[in-house]
């Protein structure tokens, strides 16, 4: 079983609809949960981060953390074309350093 | 320029071949990682450099593989008698060291492209 689990998607959508994207992890020792975007052929950019459970808020984002349930999502509201992209999560763990483990990523497709 | 560099953009070579690629950071930035992005496997992570200390090299997967940073800057990527299966896309981030380094900052590239016919 891998540290972070992810959906690969693909996912398709139409322009305005409300998108939720989510990762699974085993380790309990968390300490931090990033989002990373990144579009075909460029390198992946940091989204959002945060560390405690509950919901973090940036503009049309959205992150959630549910450490009981070792869940956390990614909302997008009012989806864009441009936020057609590959949506990377990624976990620190106590123990592990600054190592940053990756999910598989969800691709993710907003049409018009 | 003021992101995270690396060349070659593109890579391709014969099996059995040695590769190198290479990453310069943002200036200023004494932390560098090298991860590796394969189609449906996600980031995996190589190695990791931070200022002076001891690299991190537990994600290196053979030792076919090592990497340098020379004065705390660039870095070099080596892969030795290269294999098929090293065929992916190779990422440099580097992360400020009074940022959100343990936050995960990281910042990208836009990764080396590495084909092993």
């Known amino acids: 079983q891998k540290e972070v689990e992810q959906d690969p998607g693909p996912l398709s959508v139409p322009e305005g609809a409300i998108v939720s994207l989510n990762c699974t992890y085993s380790?309990?020792?968390?300490?931090?949960c990033m989002w990373y975007r990144q579009y075909s052929r460029k390198g992946p950019e940091l989204l959002m981060y945060?560390?405690?459970?509950g919901n973090k808020e940036d503009g049309r984002f959205t992150a959630q953390v549910d450490k009981s349930s070792k869940y956390i999502s990614l909302f997008i509201r009012d989806s864009q074309p441009s936020d057609s992209a590959t949506y990377l999560c990624?976990?620190?763990?106590?123990?592990?350093?600054?190592?940053?483990?990756f999910g598989t990523g969800t691709q993710l497709k907003v049409e018009l | 320029g003021a992101g995270v560099s690396q060349s070659p953009s593109n890579k391709v070579t014969e099996k059995g071949k040695d590769v190198e690629l290479r990453c310069d950071p943002i200036s200023g930035h004494t932390a560098l990682y090298w991860y590796r992005q394969s189609l449906g496997q996600g980031l995996e992570f190589l190695i990791y450099?931070?200022?002076?200390?001891?690299?991190?090299k537990s994600g290196l997967p053979s030792d076919r593989f090592s990497a340098e940073r020379t004065g705390g800057s660039v870095s070099t990527l080596t892969i030795q008698r290269t294999q098929q299966e090293d065929s992916a896309v190779y990422l440099c981030?580097?992360?400020?060291?009074?940022?959100?380094?343990?936050?995960?900052?990281?910042?990208f590239g836009e990764g080396s492209r590495l084909t092993v016919l």
């Open positions: 945060t560390y405690s459970s």
């Open positions: 990624a976990m620190t763990f106590t123990g592990g350093g600054n190592k940053l483990t």
């Open positions: 450099f931070q200022g002076n200390s001891a690299p991190d």
């Open positions: 380790n309990s020792a968390f300490q931090y």
């Open positions: 981030a580097s992360s400020p060291t009074s940022g959100r380094a343990g936050t995960g900052e990281l910042f």
